[in-house]
């Protein structure tokens, strides 16, 4: 059993949240601007304003930080979030899995037959050694095909598909209308 530790982060929320505090802090600065000025707390708030602006990014940082466990044993794989299992499949569920590579932001897709979820997405920012051997793990465990592709903005991703799976399938599918062809159909008359 191998498991992997991932932290994703939000930026866009980061972004917008210091936005959003600094906008209401510097408002409130201008509101009172006169009454600080006239105090002589305005040598103050210039080095006050970078040092409070800093402590916000980094302690928002924190706040959008997200810490996912994925563990992937002889038989499965599950992903989990403060102790809490967001998603969980048999290896040999997995009809196929993408790993995309953009700049320094790794993304995982899982696609599966289970009925509980058959999606699943990871993205992290510089966890690339790590995805690396989550891919290398699970292509261990089954007949997967490498397939490598990439557009014209620089995105690069490899499509794993489960030979099994696939080939499953297309029997199941050659036989569907063999088995139909002998079952007679119920015809209603009026």
Not at 71 to 99: D, Q
Request: aromatic share 12%; hydrophobic share 45%.
């Amino acid at each position: 059993m191998k498991s992997f530790k991932l932290k994703t982060f939000n930026k866009r929320a980061l972004v917008i949240s210091t936005l959003l505090i600094l906008t209401v802090f510097l408002s409130t600065i201008i509101y009172f601007s006169n009454t600080l000025i006239d105090n002589g707390i305005d040598s103050f708030l210039i080095i006050a304003i970078p040092v409070l602006v800093l402590s916000v990014v980094l302690l928002l940082k924190k706040a959008f930080v997200k810490t996912f466990t994925v563990t992937i044993s002889n038989t499965n794989l599950v992903a989990t979030h403060k102790g809490r299992v967001i998603y969980s499949t048999l290896l040999n569920e997995i009809v196929m899995f993408k790993y995309i590579r953009k700049e320094n932001i790794d993304t995982l897709l899982f696609f599966a037959t289970n009925n509980q979820q058959a999606t699943f997405s990871i993205e992290c920012v510089d966890q690339r050694k790590r995805f690396r051997k989550i891919v290398e793990t699970i292509n261990y465990t089954g007949n997967y095909t490498a397939n490598i592709q990439s557009d014209e903005i620089s995105t690069i991703w490899t499509d794993y598909i489960n030979k099994d799976i696939v080939a499953k399938e297309v029997v199941i599918r050659k036989k569907a209308p063999q088995y139909y062809r002998q079952v007679p159909l119920h015809q209603f008359s009026n």
